[in-house]
């Protein structure tokens, strides 16, 4: 990327940031669930909504009586029972019963605290150490527990920002978040992947997106192009 395109780029993400934060408001950060609650959360939410994932979440910890240890320590079929409604129960529920092992193992005990204090990109490293946590789980985590300088990209960021432009068409989700984190400041992300997914459902959609009355549509590459787009969504 040249600094011409790399300066060109910036100026548009900072209009982009404000224009959303002008439309929606600015959210404003606030912690979300514990920190280990959200890892099991965001683990429970790979190829699923937010409704199933927080469903399966909910009766995992009823089922249990939020006691992590007899989690760790419970049969698999129990464990898959409770989290069915986020599907790929088979994957998931050995992934969590491993996650909880090896924090346990270093630890002692449940707690990611200790994540707070790490570098960024340690702090990545660590978390995506444990099975079923990628880059987005592992970013969901940190900028929504600690709002610690990671951008997490789903499919309605991945989306707009190949249709704004901002990232090329065919990057994937590790490219997207990179290219993001080099053009805005830390202290933006939470708002931007709050506002962004927000523009996702209302406005940007998938199919029919509503680019006439998008109130970036002065920013878009997508919007005006005839034929068919061939990048993602």
């Known amino acids: ?13 900072e209009q982009i940031y404000a224009r959303l934060n002008q439309v929606y408001d600015e959210p404003v950060w606030r912690p979300h669930r514990p920190p280990m609650d ?3 959360v965001t683990i429970l939410s790979a190829n699923t909504n937010d409704v199933n994932s927080g469903r399966a979440f909910r009766q995992l910890m009823e089922r249990f009586d939020d006691d992590w240890d007899a989690i760790r320590t419970a049969p698999l079929e129990e464990i898959k029972i409770a989290i069915r409604p986020a599907g790929m129960y088979n994957q998931k529920a050995p992934h969590i019963v491993r996650t909880l092992e090896m924090i346990y193992d270093e630890q002692g005990g449940y707690s ?3 994540v707070a204090e790490m570098p960024v990109e340690e ?3 660590y978390l995506t150490r444990f099975p079923g946590v990628g880059h987005k789980t592992a970013s969901i985590v940190l900028l929504f527990c600690f709002n610690t300088g990671s951008f997490p990209v789903d499919t309605h960021v991945q989306r707009i920002s190949q249709r704004l432009g901002v990232a090329p068409r065919k990057s994937n989700p590790e490219q997207v978040k990179r290219i993001w984190e080099s053009l805005l400041p830390p202290e933006t992300y939470y708002a931007l992947h709050i506002n962004l997914i927000r523009h996702g459902r209302e406005i940007c959609r998938s199919r029919a997106p509503k680019c006439e009355v998008c109130p970036i549509n002065g920013l878009c590459d997508y919007y005006g192009r005839s034929g068919e787009w061939e990048g993602k969504g």
């Open 112 to 114: 990611l605290d200790h």
């Open 1 to 13: 990327m040249s600094e011409r395109t790399h300066v060109d780029l910036q100026r548009k993400a």
């Open 123 to 125: 702090a990545l490293a």
């Open 38 to 40: 959200q890892l099991i």
